[in-house]
């Protein structure tokens, strides 16, 4: 029952627990990868280069478009964001699932170039949860969050190009829809190598009936 690895878009506003989210859902499905963005911003504490990003100078970046090496790239919030092309495509070819974590400008662009990726949304339970989710994680000015708020209330309406909406109030419970998505997708008719089936199933039924069929000598 070969395939191709699946592709799974997850989005979210900022603050609204994407990245812990995915991290646990790589951590407990098997085959399951990240694909790992390269960025222009600096890493933020406890970040490490080449596992929460590739962290890169901006004239780097831009010779990696120049180059046409990102699936999709975009400025969020300041800073450069990009999807490397050969390494997504190099893990989906070897049949390995890859979660990839942008934003909705980076989905849209994916969406027309891989129009059988799973496409997921993380809602926050609400703006002031939001807020609160923000101020706690520290590191950005008032102005910052407000900058990101606003964001986030812009982007929420583009969930409309998703295919699932999973609502972040609750970690465990969100992790378990992330799953169920994921294990659903994988077992899905047109998803499966039907060459197997043929072979194992309706083409060896065709064959004992033809035998059990035959006259008696």
């Given at each position: 029952?070969?395939?191709?690895?699946?592709?799974?878009?997850?989005?979210?506003?900022?603050?609204a627990?994407?990245?812990?989210?995915?991290?646990?859902?790589?951590?407990?499905?098997?085959?399951?990868?990240?694909?790992?963005?390269?960025?222009?911003?600096?890493p933020?504490?406890?970040?490490?280069?080449?596992?929460?990003?590739?962290?890169?100078?901006?004239?780097?970046?831009?010779?990696?478009?120049?180059?046409?090496?990102?699936?999709?790239?975009?400025?969020?919030?300041?800073h450069?964001?990009?999807?490397?092309?050969?390494?997504?495509?190099?893990?989906?070819?070897?049949?390995?699932?890859?979660?990839?974590?942008?934003?909705?400008?980076?989905?849209?662009?994916?969406?027309?170039?891989?129009?059988?990726?799973?496409?997921?949304y993380?809602?926050?339970?609400?703006?002031?949860?939001?807020?609160?989710?923000?101020q706690?994680?520290?590191?950005?000015?008032?102005?910052?969050?407000?900058?990101?708020?606003?964001?986030?209330?812009?982007?929420?309406?583009?969930?409309?190009?998703?295919?699932?909406?999973?609502?972040?109030?609750?970690?465990?419970?969100?992790?378990?829809?992330?799953?169920?998505?994921?294990?659903?997708?994988?077992?899905?008719?047109?998803?499966?190598?039907?060459?197997?089936?043929?072979?194992?199933?309706?083409?060896?039924?065709?064959?004992?009936?033809?035998?059990?069929?035959?006259?008696?000598?």
């Open positions: 029952m070969e395939r191709r690895g699946l592709l799974f878009v997850v989005s979210a506003p900022s603050g627990g994407k990245t812990t989210l995915c991290k646990e859902l790589v951590s407990i499905v098997p085959g399951l990868r990240h694909s790992v963005s390269y960025t222009t911003r600096k933020r504490p406890g970040e490490v280069h080449g596992r929460e990003y590739f962290f890169v100078e901006e004239h780097q970046f831009q010779e990696m478009v120049d180059r046409n090496e990102f699936a999709e790239w975009a400025p969020v919030y300041g450069l964001y990009g999807t490397p092309r050969a390494a997504l495509i190099e893990m989906m070819d070897k049949g390995i699932d890859v979660l990839l974590e942008i934003d909705s400008q980076g989905a849209i662009q994916i969406k027309k170039k891989f129009d059988d990726a799973v496409y997921i993380i809602m926050p339970p609400s703006i002031e949860a939001l807020r609160m989710r923000l706690q994680r520290g590191g950005d000015s008032q102005e910052e969050i407000n900058r990101r708020l606003q964001k986030a209330r812009e982007e929420l309406w583009s969930y409309r190009e998703y295919y699932y909406i999973v609502k972040n109030d609750d970690m465990k419970q969100a992790i378990k829809e992330l799953e169920a998505i994921v294990l659903a997708e994988r077992i899905k008719t047109k998803r499966l190598d039907l060459h197997w089936l043929e072979e194992n199933f309706i083409r060896d039924k065709e064959h004992h009936s033809k035998v059990t069929d035959s006259p008696s000598p």
